[in-house]
């Protein structure tokens, strides 16, 4: 069920990407807050002063009224994610390995060290030269074609910190070995991973991927955008385990981030191009807020 259409008020702040900029949405009211052409994810930190997002490749921050931007990488990254305290960012980019790893570096500025995977830890940061990890780029305002838009969301490599701090879920991991497109969560403090979706290889018939991993405020549940052989985009919530796992919203929907236990945000197809969605998550009901994609709250 769609509700009544555009401009319907957001209960509090959105950032969101128009275009390849960084927008913010009160209200109804829409603010452009960076003045680039390849900006991508933006991630709000927990206190609300501050925004992490990707501009080239590099990961960047800015204060809330578009003061204050900082590159804190000089090399390639995607799909930041603060840690609950506001200390550190979390990032893709390449690892010791030679596929991509996480990263993690302090949101003041200084040296990322390795996460995962736990045998890169001590290696140091990536190199200024490391090939750069693909990316998705804007998809707002342009027409929804499903198979152009799963080419877009394949390589994405945005990752999500827990809200207690302890977990970490990206795309890739160990199960790369067995499989031929994963998503993970790590656990901080020991480095130990459990894939909670796999696809092609290993005895799985199907291929595809599970990218951009959002939780849920209270820990319980964990949401990706999945594309599958045979199928569309859509979203997926799961426990962190990946029981239990049902599809959320329509299809063509990608990138939902949570706002509280019920109601979530994410990007849906609306009058031909892409919008941020408000969704039940428990009655299916969706109210069109904007034109746009990738929101964070």
């Known amino acids: 069920m769609i509700g009544t259409p555009a401009q319907a008020a957001a209960p509090h702040p959105i950032a969101y990407v128009r275009a390849g900029s960084i927008y913010l949405l009160s209200g109804t009211v829409s603010t452009r807050l960076t003045q680039d052409a390849d900006d991508a994810r933006p991630r709000w930190s927990p206190d609300g002063r501050r925004i992490a997002y990707g501009h080239s490749g590099r990961l960047w921050v800015i204060n809330s009224d578009g003061t204050g931007r900082t590159a804190l990488t000089g090399y390639p990254t995607s799909g930041a994610a603060w840690s609950p305290d506001g200390r550190w960012l979390a990032f893709e980019a390449p690892g010791c390995t030679g596929l991509s790893g996480v990263f993690e570096v302090p949101t003041t500025g200084g040296t990322a060290q390795p996460l995962f995977p736990a045998s890169c830890r001590g290696t140091g940061a990536p190199k200024p030269g490391a090939a750069r990890p693909a990316r998705s780029g804007d998809l707002a305002a342009r027409p929804d074609r499903s198979g152009d838009l799963a080419a877009r969301l394949r390589a994405d490599g945005s990752v999500a910190w827990s809200p207690d701090g302890t977990r970490i879920a990206f795309r890739g991991g160990q199960c790369l070995a067995v499989v031929d497109d994963c998503l993970s969560v790590g656990v901080v403090a020991t480095g130990a991973e459990q894939a909670v979706a796999v696809y092609g290889g290993g005895g799985q018939v199907l291929s595809g991927f599970a990218v951009v991993p959002a939780w849920r405020p209270d820990g319980q549940r964990l949401s990706w955008t999945a594309d599958q052989d045979g199928g569309t ?65």
Do not use: K
């Open 233 to 297: 985009v859509h979203v997926v919530e799961a426990d962190p385990s990946g029981a239990g796992a049902r599809t959320v919203g329509a299809p063509l929907d990608r990138e939902l981030v949570y706002a509280g236990t019920g109601t979530a945000l994410l990007t849906g197809r609306y009058r031909g191009a892409s919008w941020i969605f408000r969704i039940n998550l428990a009655t299916g009901t969706r109210t069109p807020l904007v034109p746009g994609s990738q929101p964070s709250v």
